[in-house]
């Protein structure tokens, strides 16, 4: 075989052993999938091939949540927002993107007088008489109300 055909054969061992080492390495992402929007902010993520999981609110990944698959599960609890995520193995992944939909939803309990907000987003309660806000109802939390009328609940930004 002559040197021009050795080199040829060599190049192309080397091409197919990088391509079989990214393809073997590189982080592969699952779920959530690109541009995706959840209705809740409890994510399971799915990947290959990772040992730390990243996320932020910013694509250039500058103060990120960063998960540690060594010591804890694959999953996060984020606020309604969108969010950028890669994982990070022997290599890095590319970057995904998710949304965590804000929820606005207001639950009245006759028999006690209260209202609870059961939505993600902290509310800003009014009564409907075009009042100002009678309070910042926080997410979970049951408020008592003294007097009947039309309440409403609003996301407070």
Do not use: C, H
């Not at 390495?25 to 730390?52: C, H, M, W």
């Not at 606020?79 to 890669?86: D, I, L, S």
Request: aromatic residues 10%; without cysteine; negative net charge.
């Amino acid at each position: 075989m002559n040197k021009t055909k050795t080199i040829i054969v060599v190049q192309l061992i080397f091409i197919i052993g990088v391509v079989a080492f990214i393809y073997g390495f590189a982080p592969r992402l699952y779920y959530p999938t690109g541009n995706i929007v959840l209705e809740d902010g409890n994510v399971d993520f799915s990947f290959k091939n990772a040992q730390i999981i990243l996320i932020d609110d910013n694509q250039k990944f500058v103060s990120p949540l960063e998960i540690n698959l060594e010591n804890s599960g694959a999953n996060a609890t984020l606020e309604p927002g969108t969010y950028y995520w890669k994982a990070v193995g022997i290599l890095e992944s590319s970057v995904k993107e998710l949304t965590v939909e804000s929820r606005v939803g207001l639950e009245i309990n006759q028999e006690k007088l209260t209202l609870r907000n059961i939505g993600n987003v902290p509310l800003n309660l009014t009564l409907e008489n075009g009042s100002e806000g009678i309070v910042i109802l926080d997410v979970g939390v049951e408020y008592l109300i003294n007097k009947s009328g039309d309440y409403r609940g609003e996301q407070y930004e």
